[in-house]
Nanobody, 121 residues
Framework: QVQLLESGGGSVQPGGSLRLSCAASGSILSINAMGWYRQAPGKQRELVANINSGGSITYADSAKGRFTISRDNAKNTVYLQMNSLKPEDTAVYYC???????????????WGQGTQVTVSA
């Protein structure tokens, strides 16, 4: 079994910073893409940043220049450094890893439980 545990959320003032982390544990053969999504109240879940197995990174337009995604493969962990936070960044942030757990099955999506990020004065 595989579990993703998130941490690092909290409440900050506009312009502040937070660093989110998401660590996968369990029976893991390989981790392909790692990504961060967020969902604000009344809105659909959206991609914030993604890093694939080759290290290619994609950011949402709203995150470019402010957020940085990185990966530590030895720890099965993905990070999201968030700087210059804005009120519109307020959301529950979810980590998603695409993980292969056996050679007999295709990789599957695994989601973290979510961590709340609140940006307000």
């Amino acid at each position: 079994q595989v579990q993703l545990l998130e941490s690092g959320g909290g409440s900050v003032q506009p312009g502040g910073s937070l660093r989110l982390s998401c660590a996968a544990s369990g029976s893991i053969l390989s981790i392909n893409a790692m990504g961060w999504y967020r969902q604000a109240p009344g809105k659909q879940r959206e991609l914030v940043a993604n890093i694939n197995s080759g290290g290619s990174i994609t950011y949402a337009d709203s995150a470019k220049g402010r957020f940085t995604i990185s990966r530590d493969n030895a720890k099965n962990t993905v990070y999201l450094q968030m700087n210059s936070l804005k009120p519109e960044d307020t959301a529950v942030y979810y980590c998603k890893h695409v993980i292969r757990t056996s050679w007999g099955r295709r990789p599957a999506d695994y989601w973290g439980q979510g961590t709340q990020v609140t940006v307000s004065a």
